[in-house]
């Protein structure tokens, strides 16, 4: 503003004759009369203005002139402005989200580039600084919303976007944010960064840098802070939810992933759990979620890994995280699961993504744990003879989460192993057999390898003592195959089972009251071959009943 302009130089030039002071004095009173003026009539046209959905550009820059104007002449601002004008007015066109983000991103530059402003902001107020922060992270999750419905580019997106990336700039320059990017020692590229990216860094960096902090206090201040810069952020992104405009659903899913995967311990915390919970049910448990599959799929392995890692540190809901975890698992394995084997579809499952990593870690082990167990318990389960819907997929994907992850623990890998036994015991579909049988070796070798210093593997004897109880003498010959097709696999975990199945043999003979069955003992002969000396002996012990 001109006004500013003038009581700048009237300021810097300083006096210069005897008789200046008195001059000086009256140029300030004049100037402060003006001033007095511009914001009895003019700021109350601005401020009526500021909620409109198509804000003029120069509405913005009047806007900040006078915010400056503030910043030089504080006691030149009206009352209801005072004590902190500047905030004041900050709040009005820059911090409110009532705002339009459109005014947010053209106004905020003006500011930011202040280095006094920024120097006041950051001395007077904690809060200034997140709550800049907060209306950007604002205005980047709804860039969307001012294009035309074809998403087609026009002259105000154009410029939206670049005053987007200035802001972006300038955000990344404030001491709070600069401060937090190097304690988590990342830093944006040299030259432009953009918007989306910057925010991706930023996140990063909150979540290094609480992770690093020991001290509780700092740890609950870091929460509160965190808060502060993602705002109501389920607010934010609603209108793109309802427009179901593709890009801004690709954004919000996308961008408030980032935050439940790098933020995962932080929102574990009783102060922001829930938030978490309100995430989760708004964006990951809806009723119909049709429109949103392309941005569910892209997104989805952000929300598993992060809900993993808090489900395994929330001290006060843990059992409620993993139970929303063993719910959106399995809802999403089922909803993108394929009616047919299609091993492209299958490689590519969100669910699948979310669970794979070059290494296992805890929480990586943890949620491919809670998708076996999920797997097993809700898609695995024969009803009689009839097998599951969708069997053939299922094993598949099992097969895919397996085989590209190196887990070792027999615990987690006999998981299915009841399921595969039975599979191999009860389908013929050439397809299903073959699937079962790669995934029934996997689990074997690995638990035999496992087990390598004392063999056999406990956990996989367990798991065939129980299979044959519960079908021996309704199978009889069928139980004896399946345990064939582990005998090849490892003879020493069917060898420890030859005095149960021994046994088993005679109850049943014994129950059915016809002497030996010559059939059932020629099956079972079958399978002691496989097994060695144990399986001879156990041979001639059979012969000489």
């Not at 690709?250 to 995967?261: D, F, N, R, S, T």
């Not at 794979?356 to 024969?382: A, D, K």
Request: proline share 6%.
């Amino acid at each position: 503003m001109a006004l500013r302009r003038v009581h700048q130089r009237s300021v810097h030039s300083g006096p210069t004759l005897t008789w200046a002071p008195a001059t000086t004095g009256a140029v300030k009173e004049h100037h402060l009369a003006v001033a007095a003026a511009l914001w009895a009539h003019f700021y109350p046209f601005l401020r009526s203005l500021r909620l409109s959905q198509t804000p003029p550009a120069q509405l913005a820059d009047a806007a900040a002139g006078f915010t400056l104007l503030a910043l030089d002449l504080p006691s030149s601002a009206p009352q209801d402005l005072q004590p902190s004008p500047v905030q004041s007015i900050m709040h009005c066109f820059g911090w409110d989200d009532m705002t339009h983000p459109l005014l947010v991103t053209r106004y905020l530059p003006h500011l930011l580039q202040n280095s006094g402003l920024v120097t006041s902001l950051s001395s007077d107020s904690a809060s200034a600084q997140s709550l800049s922060v907060r209306a950007w992270f604002r205005c980047v999750l709804q860039q969307h919303l001012h294009k035309s419905a074809d998403g087609a580019d026009s002259r105000t997106g154009r410029v939206a976007e670049e005053q987007l990336c200035e802001l972006t700039r300038l955000v990344l320059r404030l001491p709070e944010v600069d401060g937090l990017l190097q304690r988590a020692a990342v830093q944006p590229a040299a030259g432009r960064t953009a918007p989306t990216s910057a925010l991706e860094l930023f996140v990063k960096a909150v979540g290094l840098v609480y992770s690093g902090l020991q001290v509780l206090a700092e740890r609950s201040a870091m929460v509160t802070r965190a808060l502060d810069y993602m705002g109501d952020i389920l607010k934010y992104i609603k209108p793109s939810l309802v427009s179901k405009n593709q890009d801004g659903l690709q954004l919000a899913y996308w961008a408030v992933g980032c935050i439940v995967k790098h933020w995962s311990p932080l929102l574990a915390t009783s102060k922001a759990q829930q938030l978490l919970f309100r995430i989760v049910d708004g964006l990951l448990l809806p009723h119909n979620v049709t429109q949103q599959d392309k941005a569910l799929r892209d997104s989805l392995p952000l929300y598993l890994q992060g809900l993993s890692v808090a489900s395994s540190v929330s001290q006060s809901q843990g059992m409620h995280v993993k139970q929303q975890l063993r719910t959106v698992t399995r809802r999403y394995l089922d909803h993108f699961l394929p009616a047919s084997p299609s091993v492209g579809v299958i490689a590519n499952h969100p669910v699948l993504l979310g669970a794979c990593e070059t290494s296992p870690t805890p929480p990586g082990s943890l949620l491919r744990r809670t998708i076996v167990e999920v797997i097993c318990e809700n898609f695995l389960q024969f009803k009689g003879h009839a097998p599951p819907p969708r069997l053939a997929s299922l094993l598949m994907f099992l097969l895919e989460l397996l085989r590209r992850n190196g887990d070792s623990d027999p615990a987690l890998l006999t998981l299915p192993l009841p399921a595969l036994l039975r599979c191999v015991m009860l389908v013929n579909e050439p397809q299903v057999r073959r699937t079962s049988t790669d995934v029934l070796q996997l689990v074997v070798e690995r638990c035999a390898a496992a087990a390598a210093a004392q063999p056999p593997c406990d956990h996989v004897i367990t798991v065939l003592r129980s299979f044959v109880e519960q079908n021996a003498g309704v199978y009889d010959r069928q139980v004896y195959s399946a345990l064939e097709t582990v005998a090849v696999l490892d003879p020493l975990v069917v060898g420890a089972l030859i005095p149960n199945l021994s046994v088993t043999l005679r109850n049943t003979e014994h129950k059915r009251g016809l002497g030996k069955n010559a059939a059932l003992r020629s099956a079972y002969k079958k399978l002691l071959c496989l097994l060695g000396e144990s399986g001879q002996a156990e041979i001639s012990s059979l012969e000489a009943d």
